[in-house]
């Protein structure tokens, strides 16, 4: 995983993970609770494509030691 050069602040904990196309409260995918601490994190990002038309987007959210 590669770090992306951004971040995010959580001022309250917990995430809730969605699909972008989604709002809240009317998803096609539904709605996931992530359970994670309030605080600022650094983005990681990882990407996988095989040899074919699909490729896998991966974000990791680690704390920010600063």
């Known amino acids: ?5 951004k971040a995010i602040k ?3 904990p ?3 993970l969605l699909f972008a196309g989604d ?9 996931h609770a992530i359970p994670i601490d ?3 994190y650094r983005i990681l990002e990882g990407h996988y494509k095989p040899q074919t038309n699909e490729e896998i987007f ?4 680690q704390p920010n030691r600063n």
């Not at 995983?1 to 050069?5: C, I, L, Y």
């Not at 809240?24 to 995918?29: E, I, K, S, V």
């Not at 991966?58 to 959210?61: A, G, K, P, Q, W």
Request: aromatic residues 8%.
């Open 38 to 40: 309030a605080g600022s």
């Open 23 to 31: 709002k809240p409260g009317n998803t096609a995918y539904g709605e």
């Open 14 to 16: 917990g995430l809730v």
């Open 58 to 61: 991966i974000y990791r959210l």
């Open 10 to 12: 959580l001022n309250q």
């Open 1 to 5: 995983m590669k770090d992306s050069g």
